[in-house]
């Protein structure tokens, strides 16, 4: 059984669910969470799961915090690795989910079946094919379809790589060197700016955390802790218009804990600011 390192707030079309960093080094959500979100069986879903030998190895159990009373307890749940989410919401029946949610679901499939489409049609038609189809694409479908067609080919190659010989390395054409590299220059045009570091990320989840703690500590008990965590995710996420934290600019450090900081201080009006907040960066605080 897996133990959990941290957790972090996950939003799937305005839901937050809780997803979880285990000792494996792999994030997973539990199943029942979404189930229950999604207003479908839990029993059947896992059973689904199990039986569908492309995702049946990405479930695990995990031993998380689960809601108890007046507290919480540690539980044994099963969780899926995120990796295998997007496949698994794409096999489930929208007809069988809440009626609120079934256009959402609807989008979601339809969506991940377009994404799939553009990673794999490369192995699926030949050149002289896909330039045919290409012909009849806007600008914009052919630059992603040139993008997913890149990271399809690296995926490959580090498929061939891991835990393998450079004499294998020397088989694909490819050093390690040149493969992050290449990652690196896919990542750039991806998101047209160099993304915060490894450090400045843990900073910006730290930080997020403590005004999540701030937040909850605010409410006096009439908000829980994920979603205090949740909601201190998603303004700021909001308001650096990024998907996930750690997709924040580089150049946007400095206003990023300028940012969480206020925060903190507007809800913990006259206390001193945490250490966190006054380590590293240094910013100028209005």
């Known amino acids: 059984m897996l133990e959990v390192v941290s957790s972090f707030p996950f939003e799937f079309y305005g839901t937050t669910f809780s997803s979880y960093l285990a000792d494996d080094k792999h994030f997973y959500i539990r199943l029942d969470d979404v189930c229950r979100g999604l207003g479908i069986d839990e029993k059947s879903q896992l059973r689904r799961v199990k039986e569908d030998e492309a995702i049946s190895d990405k479930l695990a159990l995990i031993s998380a915090d689960t809601p108890y009373q007046d507290g919480f307890r540690k539980k044994e749940v099963t969780c899926l690795d995120l990796r295998a989410l997007p496949y698994w919401l794409g096999t489930i029946d929208a007809r069988r989910v809440k009626p609120e949610l079934y256009a959402r679901i609807l989008l979601y499939k339809r969506e991940f079946a377009e994404a799939a489409w553009f990673v794999f049609r490369s192995d699926l038609l030949s050149k002289e094919m896909i330039a045919e189809v290409d012909t009849f694409a806007t600008p914009e479908e052919r630059q992603l379809a040139e993008l997913m067609a890149t990271f399809r080919d690296l995926k490959k190659k580090l498929d061939v790589l891991s835990g393998h010989t450079d004499e294998e390395l020397a088989k694909v054409g490819l050093t390690l060197k040149d493969l992050g590299g290449r990652f ?103």
Not at 186 to 199: C, G, P
Not at 217 to 243: P, T
Not at 254 to 268: G, K, N, P, V, Y
């Open 184 to 286: 690196t220059a896919l990542e750039a045009r991806i998101l047209n700016d160099v993304q915060i570091n490894q450090d400045e990320a843990r900073l910006i989840s730290e930080m997020i955390k403590a005004v999540g703690t701030a937040m909850y500590e605010s409410k006096g008990g009439r908000m829980s802790k994920s979603q205090a965590y949740a909601n201190a995710m998603n303004d700021f996420k909001a308001n650096f218009r990024v998907d996930i934290y750690s997709a924040l600019p580089a150049s946007k450090v400095e206003e990023a804990i300028a940012f969480l900081s206020r925060r903190w201080q507007m809800l913990q009006p006259g206390r001193p600011l945490p250490e966190i907040f006054r380590s590293g960066h240094q910013p100028s605080l209005v």
